[in-house]
């Protein structure tokens, strides 16, 4: 099974758009884009930001890696 981070956020939350996520979560938009374009691996994240984006996106925190 592929994970998010594999497939990036976007493919995810499909018709969200990085500043909802953002809003939603909490997390900087910059950070956002960094997750989604890759430049920045979503494991890096600190725990209580990846169970954020997880809740937000409807997935297990573990689908994020």
């Not at 976007?10 to 909490?26: F, I, P």
């Not at 989604?36 to 937000?56: C, H, P, Q």
Request: aromatic residues 4%; proline residues 2%; positive net charge.
């Amino acid at each position: 099974r592929d994970s998010v981070a594999s497939r990036g956020l976007g493919d995810v939350y499909k018709r969200q758009t990085q500043a909802a996520l953002a809003k939603g979560t909490g997390v900087n938009i910059r950070t956002i884009q960094k997750f989604d374009s890759g430049e920045r691996g979503i494991e890096t994240a600190s725990l209580a930001v990846a169970l954020r984006i997880a809740d937000f996106l409807g997935v297990h925190p573990r689908d994020l890696i």
